[in-house]
């Protein structure tokens, strides 16, 4: 079945610098990679998606890469703020069913 | 647009209890989840229904779990006997389709004593 696999666990910055959270998935046939945003006492809050057919989505201070050949695909968050601090998960879906999830990222911000 | 509702926030109960969880999709989302996600995990699928049809369940420990989705909107998941490993967060999503993005309710947390 499929597998992801997302590093690091735990991230931590200061405000302004780059965060980079990458995960990597089995299922050559995955065609679809959310990232969510999950903050304590509440629910993943999908931030950013992105499908087969491009390489790589921005919004903002956000942006996803995708890389089919390699099976892995990335977050990106630029000039980070205290309030990014939360858990990412990424997440791909297995074939015939629903999405497989990493084990998350926790990032931290400090100011 | 309201999100997903989902209730209670919170459930406490003794092992061996029955319990139920309600969740209220998006209006027009015809694609629910259910989810459990534990202490320091991504999300799990449990079920996931397309209108009110169950079609994929695999995940479900149909022992003790059961869920339905009459007239296809509100869903409820219920345990019974809840046992000691089930301590949990139960997350629903909702979807306008399958492979479509899903959005998140806030999640019961049950605590199984």
């Known amino acids: 079945g499929e597998n992801v696999e997302q590093h690091p666990s735990t991230l931590s910055v200061q405000e302004g610098d780059s965060a980079v959270i990458k995960c990597t998935y089995s299922?050559?046939?995955?065609?679809?990679f959310p990232w969510y945003k999950q903050e304590l006492g509440k629910g993943p809050q999908l931030i950013i998606d992105?499908?087969?057919?491009?390489g790589e989505k921005k919004d903002q201070r956000i942006a996803v890469t995708l890389n089919k050949t390699a099976k892995h695909f990335s977050l990106h968050i630029t000039e980070t703020q205290p309030e990014d601090s939360a858990v990412y998960f990424c997440?791909?879906?297995?074939?015939?069913?629903?999405?497989?999830f990493g084990k998350g990222t926790t990032l931290s911000v400090s100011s | 647009e309201a999100g997903v509702v989902q209730s209670p926030r919170y459930k406490i109960i003794e092992k061996k209890q029955p319990v139920a969880f309600w969740c209220n999709p998006i209006?027009?989302?015809?694609?629910l989840y259910w989810y459990r996600q534990n202490l320091g995990q991504g999300p799990e699928l449990l079920i996931r229904?397309?209108?009110?049809?169950?079609?994929?369940d695999s995940q479900l420990p149909k022992d003790r779990f059961s869920a339905e989705r009459l007239k296809g909107v509100d869903s409820t998941l219920k345990i019974q006997p809840a046992e000691l490993g089930d301590s949990a967060v139960y997350l629903c999503?909702?979807?306008?389709?399958?492979?479509?993005?899903?959005?998140f309710g806030d999640g019961t947390r049950l605590s199984i004593l």
């Open positions: 999503a909702s979807s306008t389709g399958h492979r479509q993005p899903q959005h």
């Open positions: 299922d050559s046939a995955s065609n679809y």
């Open positions: 992105i499908r087969s057919n491009v």
């Open positions: 997440a791909a879906p297995q074939a015939g069913t629903a999405l497989i």
């Open positions: 209006s027009g989302h015809n694609t």
């Open positions: 229904y397309e209108n009110e049809e169950a079609v994929d």
